[in-house]
């Protein structure tokens, strides 16, 4: 598996999202993913499945150690009373001893940065965390968190696709050393519809939204798409065969500001 490497952290390339998979379904998807090859599943404290993430995990029976789990502090616990206490739970109903990334899961402007960046880089020091790292932070705070944080940030998990222009914040994530991992990398689903991304598709024989997570990834950028149906799973993660031209990664770079006008 490719993988995006962030101050230390290596986070492959293509993982699983699964904001909004609830019960069974998200516990099935996670063991499916993990078998196709996924290795990297991505939930978070508000998502309220981080049990069935852990029950899929299990039941795939890939070892632990090859897998890399991220979850991500809600901003109620953005305190240092409540960071470590909310981390310990989550990795509770993950049934595990760390996660491989810890991340702020949007800026809270009524906490001091510095005191929840404090007690974020606490959970590292204590082993809960493999590596910490930040979501929905815009360049501004990355400059902010990346001087104050007393401990390395791996990444900044930011929506970005095609209609998203998102280069400021890339540019700020390199300056420090960050990886850039991208959610709702197929623009929840958007990118199926896309003629221009279907038509380039079509030189690949590949499919619109294996075009757009293709551009993504060649832009050394971590995408964690989403998906209910196990046709798509193997979709999703079949992009490592083919590559995008230069041309090709320009025109789609375009469709954001095409979409614009
Ligand atoms: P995505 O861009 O991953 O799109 C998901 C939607 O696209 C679903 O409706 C899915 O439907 C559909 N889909 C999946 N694969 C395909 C395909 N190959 N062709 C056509 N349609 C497809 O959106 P998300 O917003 O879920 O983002 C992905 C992940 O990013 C989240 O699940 C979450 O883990 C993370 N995230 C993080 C946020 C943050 O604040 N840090 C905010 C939002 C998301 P179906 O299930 O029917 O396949």
Request: aromatic residues 6%; hydrophobic residues 40%; glycine residues 6%.
């Amino acid at each position: 598996m490719n993988v995006v490497e962030g101050n230390g952290a290596r986070i492959p390339a293509i993982g699983l999202g699964t904001w909004e998979l609830r019960g069974r379904t998200c516990a099935r998807i996670v063991e499916q993913a993990l078998r196709l090859g996924y290795r990297h599943i991505d939930t978070a404290e508000i998502y309220d499945n981080e049990r069935e993430v852990g029950e899929g995990l299990r039941a795939s029976g890939i070892k632990r150690d090859d897998v890399f789990v991220t979850t991500k502090v809600w901003t109620t616990h953005f305190m240092a009373k409540d960071l470590e206490r909310a981390a310990k739970e989550s990795l509770a109903r993950l049934r595990l001893t760390e996660v491989d990334l810890l991340l702020l899961h949007w800026p809270n402007p009524q906490v001091p940065l510095a005191e929840t960046l404090g007690a974020l880089a606490r959970v590292r020091q204590a082993g809960l965390a493999r590596h910490i790292g930040v979501s929905n932070f815009n360049a501004a705070l990355i400059e902010e968190a990346g001087a104050t944080c007393p401990e390395p940030l791996a990444c900044d998990q930011v929506e970005y696709h095609p209609y998203l222009d998102q280069a400021d914040v890339i540019e700020a994530c390199r300056r420090h050393g960050m990886a850039f991992v991208a959610y709702s990398p197929i623009a929840k689903g958007r990118v199926k519809g896309d003629r221009a991304l279907a038509r380039i598709g079509d030189r690949y024989r590949k499919t619109a939204a294996q075009v757009c997570l293709r551009w993504l990834v060649q832009q050394n950028v971590s995408a964690i798409p989403r998906t209910s149906k196990l046709e798509r799973l193997q979709e999703n993660i079949d992009i490592f065969d083919f590559e995008l031209s230069v041309d090709d990664m320009r025109e789609i770079s375009a469709i954001g500001s095409a979409d614009a006008r």
